[in-house]
C-alpha cells in the first residue's frame, strides 16, 4: 500500500468517527500526564558522553573501585580569625563524626583528624603544640590560619545517589554546632551536582513556559490570518504541548531522568512540533474557504500535506537521529527523546488535528467563501508580503551574486571551524554563581587550580625502594613540566609524618601503622601506588599536552606496562577527541542520509543535493559567529550541523517544489518570485515558530544551553534566508548551463 492510499484511509475515518479519535487521544493524554508527575531530575555525569566501553573511562572507574573513592570529592570550608585552635578542632571532629555516620561516605580527613590521630586519639590542651603538629603534619589541609579545608571521600558512584548524599552532607554541616566566629561552606563536584539539579528543575519550567508564550505571539502574529475563527490559530499549539505531555510521561516508563541536557528537549520540541500541525490546519482551513464540505475538507488537508510534511520531519528526526549513530549515550537519548517527540506530533497532527477541526467547525464552507473573498479585495499589502517581494527581486536580478556570496561564507566557514576551541570541562557549562561554584572558585585562588591527574603505578611490593622512585618521580615531573606546581604521594606523605624518607622497611612499616587507614587508602590499594599531580591544565589544548608529556615522563622513570593516567584531566582530553570525532560523524551520517532520503523520493541526484546548498552555507555561518564571538564547542554545540541540517533543509525543500511547480508557467526569474511570495510566508511562520523554540533556552543561566540556543537561532534564521536566496539562485543557474532540468515531481496524491 502507498503511503498516500493510507493516508486516505486514515483520514476517511477520522472525518467519519472525530469523536472517537478525540476520546481517545484525551485518554492517552491524561494517562501521561499523571506518568509525567513521576518525572525525575539529574545531575550530569561525564559517563554519559563517552562511548560504552571507551579505556579511557574504564580506567577511571578502575581508579575509583582499587581506591575506593570518587576522582572527586567533597569539601567543607572552615572558616574564621583563627581556625587553628582547640575549639574549632574539636568542632571539625565531631562534625567528621558525624558525616561519617552517612551512608556513602569513605573517610572524613582534617586537620584535626590527622593530629588527634598522632596523638593517641585526643587532641593536645597545647595550643601552641596544635599549632606546631598542624605546620608538621596536616598544612595542606590548613594553607592559611583564617582557612581550614576537610575533605569528605565519597564511595557511591551512582549520580542519583551521589547528589543524594550531597544534600545529607549539606544538612548535616548546617545543623551542626559551630563556634562563634566561624562559618561553614560545602564544595565539591557531588554538591555542585546537587545545585545543579535544582537550577535545573526551577527552569526547565521557566524555558517550557517561555516557549510556549512565544508560540502564543507568533501564532497570533503570522497565523491567525489563516483561520477563519482567532482563537483556532492556537490549535497547533495545543498539539505541541500534548506531545511533550507523552514524551515527559514516556521518561518515568522507561526510566529515564531529566538532567539539564535532556531538559532542553522541551522548550526545543514546544517550538518544533508546532509546524506539521499548522500546515495540516492550514491547507483544511484553504479547503474550506474554497467551499469544501468538512469531511472532504478533511481528507485531502490530511492527504495532501500529509506526505509532504512527513518528508520534512523525517528530515528532521534523521538530523537528531544521527547522533544516535555516536553510541554516546547522552547525545543518543537527547536525539531519540526529540525525534520520537516529533514523531508523535506528526501523529496527532494528522488524527487528533483534523478530528478537532471537523467537530468545532460548525460554519458552511460556501458563505465563508464569501466573506473571505471580500476581505481579500480590502486586504493590504503587508510588511511580511513587502519583504519576500524584495526579496524575491533581488534573488532574481542577482543570482550570481547570491552564490558567489554563500560560496564564501562556505569558505571561511571552514577556516573558521579550525579555529574554534573546544570546552570540556563541565563545570563551565553550569551558571557561575551557584553556591558551589563560588566557593570552588575561591578554594582554587588559595588552594591553586583543582586540575588534578593521577598515575597509577604497579609496584612488586611496598617497600622504601619503591618508595624513593616514587618520589623521584614526583620530583621530576614538577621540575620539568611547567603546568605542574605540586605533587602528592605515599612518598610525600610520609615525609610529612617523619621529614624524610624511611630508611629501611621496618622503619616504613612503622610509619605506614601510624598513617590513619582512610588517609592511607587514597595513596595505595594492593600492589599499585597512586601519585597526584596538581596542575594549571585549564584548557582542551593544555589538557592534551600535558597528558602526553606525563606518558612520557613515566616510562622514562621505567614504567612502560601496567601503569595508567586518569583523572579528570584525562578525562576532559579524552573527551575533545570523542567530541571532534563524534561532529565530523554526526554530520556525514546526517548529509548522507538526507541525500538518500531525497533522491529515493526525487530520483534524481541534483534533486537530492540542491537543498544541502543552503544548509552548507549556514554551517559556514555558524562556525564564522562561533569563531568571532570566541565562542567553544561544546557537548550540545557539536551536534548543531546535523541538526541545522535536518531543520532548516525544510525550506529549501518546500521552495525547490515550489519552484519546480512555477516553472511549468513561468520562465526561471518569474518563477523564483512566485516561488518565494507565495512559499515564503508559509516557511517564515515555521521558522519563527522554530526559533521560537530554541530561543527560549537564551533565558536560561546555563551557559551550555544559551550558547545552544542562541546558536540554534542564528541557523534557523539563516536557513530561512538561505532557502530564499541560495536555493533559487543555484536552481536559475542550474538551469542556465543545463545541470538541472525542472520536472514535475510526482510525490503527492492525486485530487481526492
Given at each position: 500500500?502507498?503511503?498516500e492510499d493510507?493516508?486516505?484511509k486514515?483520514?476517511k475515518?477520522?472525518a467519519k468517527?472525530?469523536?472517537l479519535?478525540v476520546?481517545?487521544t484525551?485518554l492517552?493524554?491524561?494517562i501521561?500526564l499523571?506518568?509525567a508527575?513521576?518525572?525525575e531530575?539529574?545531575?550530569?555525569?561525564y559517563?554519559?558522553?563517552?562511548p560504552?566501553?571507551?579505556?579511557?573511562?574504564?580506567?577511571?572507574?578502575?581508579?575509583?573501585?582499587d581506591?575506593g573513592?570518587?576522582?572527586?570529592?567533597?569539601y567543607v570550608?572552615?572558616?574564621g580569625?583563627?581556625v587553628v585552635?582547640?575549639e574549632?578542632?574539636e568542632?571539625?571532629l565531631?562534625l567528621?563524626e558525624?558525616l561519617?555516620?552517612?551512608?556513602?561516605v569513605?573517610s572524613?580527613t582534617?586537620?584535626a583528624?590527622?593530629?588527634?590521630?598522632?596523638?593517641g586519639?585526643?587532641?593536645?590542651?597545647?595550643?601552641s603544640?596544635?599549632?606546631?603538629?598542624?605546620e608538621l603534619?596536616a598544612?595542606q589541609f590548613?594553607?592559611?590560619?583564617t582557612?581550614a579545608?576537610?575533605?569528605?571521600?565519597?564511595?557511591v558512584?551512582?549520580p542519583?545517589?551521589?547528589?543524594e548524599l550531597?544534600?545529607?552532607?549539606?544538612?548535616v554541616?548546617?545543623?551542626?554546632?559551630?563556634?562563634?566566629?566561624i562559618?561553614t561552606?560545602v564544595?565539591g563536584?557531588?554538591?555542585?551536582?546537587?545545585?545543579i539539579?535544582k537550577v535545573?528543575e526551577?527552569?526547565?519550567?521557566?524555558?517550557?513556559t517561555?516557549?510556549?508564550?512565544?508560540?502564543?505571539v507568533?501564532?497570533?502574529?503570522?497565523?491567525?490570518?489563516?483561520v477563519r475563527k482567532k482563537?483556532?490559530?492556537f490549535?497547533p499549539?495545543?498539539i505541541s504541548v500534548?506531545s511533550?505531555?507523552?514524551?515527559?510521561?514516556?521518561?518515568p516508563?522507561a526510566?529515564?531522568?531529566?538532567d539539564?541536557?535532556?531538559?532542553a528537549?522541551l522548550p526545543?520540541?514546544?517550538?518544533l512540533?508546532i509546524?506539521y500541525?499548522a500546515?495540516i490546519?492550514?491547507?483544511y482551513e484553504?479547503e474550506?474557504?474554497?467551499?469544501l464540505?468538512?469531511d472532504n475538507?478533511?481528507?485531502?488537508?490530511v492527504t495532501r500535506?500529509?506526505?509532504a510534511?512527513v518528508?520534512?520531519m523525517?528530515t528532521t528526526?534523521?538530523?537528531f537521529?544521527?547522533?544516535?549513530t555516536?553510541l554516546?549515550?547522552g547525545l543518543?537519548?537527547f536525539g531519540?527523546?526529540?525525534?520520537?517527540?516529533?514523531i508523535?506530533?506528526?501523529?496527532?497532527?494528522?488524527?487528533?488535528?483534523p478530528?478537532?477541526?471537523?467537530i468545532?467547525?460548525?460554519?458552511?464552507?460556501?458563505g465563508?467563501?464569501k466573506?473571505t473573498?471580500?476581505?481579500?479585495e480590502?486586504r493590504e499589502?503587508?510588511i511580511?508580503?513587502?519583504?519576500?517581494?524584495s526579496?524575491a527581486?533581488?534573488?532574481?536580478?542577482?543570482?550570481k551574486a547570491?552564490l558567489?556570496?554563500?560560496?564564501?561564507?562556505?569558505i571561511?566557514g571552514?577556516?573558521?571551524n579550525?579555529?574554534i576551541k573546544?570546552e570540556?570541562?563541565?563545570k563551565?557549562?553550569?551558571?557561575?554563581?551557584?553556591p558551589?561554584?563560588v566557593r570552588?572558585?575561591?578554594?582554587?585562588?588559595t588552594m591553586?587550580k583543582?586540575?588534578i591527574?593521577t598515575?597509577v603505578l604497579?609496584v612488586d611490593e611496598?617497600?622504601?625502594?619503591?618508595?624513593?622512585?616514587l618520589?623521584?618521580?614526583?620530583?621530576y615531573i614538577?621540575?620539568k613540566e611547567d603546568?605542574?606546581?605540586k605533587c602528592?604521594s605515599l612518598s610525600?606523605?610520609i615525609k610529612d609524618?617523619?621529614g624524610r624518607?624511611?630508611?629501611?622497611?621496618?622503619?616504613l612499616?612503622?610509619?605506614?601503622?601510624?598513617?590513619?587507614?582512610d588517609?592511607?587508602?587514597?595513596?595505595?590499594?594492593?600492589?599499585?601506588?597512586?601519585l597526584?599531580?596538581y596542575?594549571?591544565?585549564?584548557?582542551h589544548?593544555?589538557?592534551?599536552e600535558l597528558?602526553e608529556?606525563l606518558k612520557?615522563?613515566?616510562?622514562?622513570?621505567g614504567?612502560?606496562e601496567?601503569?595508567?593516567?586518569t583523572?579528570?584531566?584525562?578525562?576532559m582530553?579524552?573527551?575533545g577527541?570523542?567530541?571532534?570525532?563524534?561532529?565530523?560523524?554526526?554530520?556525514?551520517?546526517a548529509?548522507?542520509?538526507?541525500v538518500l532520503?531525497?533522491?529515493?523520493?526525487?530520483r534524481s541526484i541534483t534533486?537530492?543535493?540542491?537543498?544541502l546548498l543552503a544548509i552548507?552555507?549556514?554551517?559556514?555561518v555558524l562556525?564564522?559567529?562561533?569563531?568571532l564571538?570566541?565562542?567553544k564547542q561544546t557537548?550540545?554545540?557539536i551536534?548543531?550541523?546535523?541538526i541545522?541540517?535536518g531543520?532548516?533543509?525544510?525550506?529549501?525543500i518546500h521552495m525547490?517544489?515550489?519552484y519546480a511547480?512555477?516553472?511549468?508557467?513561468?520562465?526561471?526569474?518569474?518563477?523564483?518570485k512566485v516561488?518565494i511570495e507565495e512559499t515564503g510566508?508559509?516557511i517564515v511562520t515555521?521558522?519563527?515558530?522554530?526559533?521560537g523554540g530554541f530561543?527560549a533556552?537564551?533565558?536560561s543561566?546555563?551557559?551550555m544551553?544559551?550558547n545552544?540556543g542562541?546558536?540554534s537561532f542564528?541557523?534557523?534564521?539563516?536557513?530561512?534566508i538561505g532557502?530564499?536566496t541560495?536555493?533559487p539562485?543555484?536552481?536559475?543557474l542550474?538551469?542556465?548551463?543545463k545541470?538541472?532540468?525542472?520536472?514535475?515531481p510526482n510525490?503527492?496524491?492525486k485530487?481526492?
Amino acid at each position: 500500500m502507498r503511503f498516500e492510499d493510507f493516508l486516505e484511509k486514515v483520514s476517511k475515518f477520522i472525518a467519519k468517527r472525530p469523536g472517537l479519535v478525540v476520546s481517545v487521544t484525551a485518554l492517552v493524554v491524561i494517562i501521561f500526564l499523571i506518568s509525567a508527575s513521576q518525572t525525575e531530575f539529574t545531575t550530569i555525569e561525564y559517563e554519559r558522553y563517552f562511548p560504552i566501553g571507551d579505556p579511557v573511562y574504564k580506567n577511571l572507574e578502575l581508579y575509583e573501585k582499587d581506591f575506593g573513592v570518587r576522582a572527586e570529592g567533597v569539601y567543607v570550608v572552615i572558616k574564621g580569625d583563627n581556625v587553628v585552635n582547640r575549639e574549632v578542632y574539636e568542632y571539625m571532629l565531631k562534625l567528621g563524626e558525624s558525616l561519617k555516620n552517612l551512608d556513602g561516605v569513605g573517610s572524613v580527613t582534617s586537620p584535626a583528624s590527622i593530629i588527634a590521630k598522632l596523638n593517641g586519639g585526643v587532641l593536645p590542651s597545647d595550643e601552641s603544640q596544635l599549632e606546631r603538629l598542624t605546620e608538621l603534619y596536616a598544612r595542606q589541609f590548613v594553607p592559611k590560619k583564617t582557612l581550614a579545608l576537610m575533605l569528605v571521600t565519597i564511595t557511591v558512584t551512582d549520580p542519583d545517589k551521589t547528589m543524594e548524599l550531597a544534600e545529607q552532607i549539606e544538612r548535616v554541616v548546617k545543623f551542626t554546632h559551630r563556634p562563634t566566629g566561624i562559618t561553614t561552606e560545602v564544595t565539591g563536584s557531588p554538591v555542585l551536582g546537587y545545585q545543579i539539579v535544582k537550577v535545573s528543575e526551577r527552569e526547565t519550567g521557566m524555558t517550557t513556559t517561555a516557549s510556549i508564550i512565544a508560540m502564543i505571539v507568533l501564532l497570533l502574529a503570522t497565523f491567525s490570518g489563516a483561520v477563519r475563527k482567532k482563537y483556532m490559530a492556537f490549535m497547533p499549539l495545543v498539539i505541541s504541548v500534548f506531545s511533550v505531555i507523552v514524551i515527559v510521561g514516556l521518561l518515568p516508563l522507561a526510566g529515564i531522568k531529566l538532567d539539564p541536557d535532556l531538559s532542553a528537549t522541551l522548550p526545543i520540541l514546544i517550538g518544533l512540533a508546532i509546524e506539521y500541525a499548522a500546515q495540516i490546519q492550514n491547507r483544511y482551513e484553504h479547503e474550506r474557504m474554497r467551499g469544501l464540505d468538512r469531511d472532504n475538507s478533511v481528507v485531502i488537508a490530511v492527504t495532501r500535506t500529509g506526505l509532504a510534511v512527513v518528508l520534512a520531519m523525517l528530515t528532521t528526526v534523521i538530523g537528531f537521529m544521527s547522533m544516535a549513530t555516536t553510541l554516546i549515550p547522552g547525545l543518543a537519548l537527547f536525539g531519540i527523546i526529540m525525534s520520537l517527540g516529533l514523531i508523535i506530533a506528526y501523529i496527532f497532527s494528522i488524527t487528533f488535528l483534523p478530528a478537532v477541526l471537523k467537530i468545532l467547525d460548525k460554519e458552511g464552507g460556501e458563505g465563508k467563501k464569501k466573506t473571505t473573498e471580500a476581505k481579500e479585495e480590502k486586504r493590504e499589502v503587508g510588511i511580511l508580503e513587502r519583504i519576500l517581494t524584495s526579496v524575491a527581486s533581488l534573488t532574481a536580478s542577482k543570482p550570481k551574486a547570491i552564490l558567489a556570496l554563500a560560496l564564501i561564507i562556505i569558505i571561511v566557514g571552514a577556516y573558521a571551524n579550525t579555529q574554534i576551541k573546544l570546552e570540556t570541562d563541565t563545570k563551565k557549562y553550569f551558571p557561575q554563581n551557584l553556591p558551589a561554584m563560588v566557593r570552588f572558585k575561591e578554594l582554587e585562588r588559595t588552594m591553586g587550580k583543582q586540575y588534578i591527574y593521577t598515575i597509577v603505578l604497579p609496584v612488586d611490593e611496598i617497600g622504601v625502594d619503591e618508595l624513593k622512585r616514587l618520589d623521584e618521580l614526583g620530583n621530576y615531573i614538577v621540575n620539568k613540566e611547567d603546568m605542574v606546581y605540586k605533587c602528592d604521594s605515599l612518598s610525600t606523605l610520609i615525609k610529612d609524618y617523619l621529614g624524610r624518607l624511611p630508611e629501611s622497611d621496618a622503619e616504613l612499616s612503622t610509619i605506614l601503622n601510624m598513617i590513619p587507614k582512610d588517609i592511607l587508602k587514597r595513596y595505595v590499594s594492593g600492589h599499585t601506588l597512586a601519585l597526584y599531580l596538581y596542575t594549571t591544565a585549564d584548557t582542551h589544548d593544555k589538557r592534551v599536552e600535558l597528558t602526553e608529556y606525563l606518558k612520557r615522563d613515566v616510562e622514562f622513570f621505567g614504567w612502560h606496562e601496567g601503569y595508567y593516567i586518569t583523572g579528570m584531566p584525562v578525562i576532559m582530553a579524552r573527551l575533545g577527541e570523542v567530541m571532534i570525532n563524534s561532529q565530523t560523524q554526526m554530520t556525514l551520517v546526517a548529509y548522507g542520509l538526507i541525500v538518500l532520503l531525497l533522491f529515493t523520493t526525487y530520483r534524481s541526484i541534483t534533486r537530492a543535493i540542491v537543498p544541502l546548498l543552503a544548509i552548507t552555507t549556514v554551517i559556514g555561518v555558524l562556525n564564522t559567529t562561533m569563531f568571532l564571538a570566541g565562542m567553544k564547542q561544546t557537548l550540545m554545540s557539536i551536534a548543531l550541523n546535523s541538526i541545522t541540517l535536518g531543520l532548516g533543509i525544510d525550506f529549501s525543500i518546500h521552495m525547490a517544489e515550489r519552484y519546480a511547480e512555477e516553472r511549468e508557467r513561468h520562465p526561471p526569474e518569474d518563477a523564483v518570485k512566485v516561488a518565494i511570495e507565495e512559499t515564503g510566508k508559509a516557511i517564515v511562520t515555521s521558522a519563527l515558530t522554530m526559533a521560537g523554540g530554541f530561543g527560549a533556552l537564551m533565558l536560561s543561566s546555563f551557559p551550555m544551553l544559551w550558547n545552544f540556543g542562541f546558536l540554534s537561532f542564528i541557523a534557523i534564521i539563516f536557513s530561512l534566508i538561505g532557502a530564499l536566496t541560495v536555493v533559487p539562485a543555484f536552481l536559475m543557474l542550474a538551469e542556465r548551463f543545463k545541470v538541472f532540468t525542472v520536472k514535475s515531481p510526482n510525490v503527492l496524491p492525486k485530487e481526492v
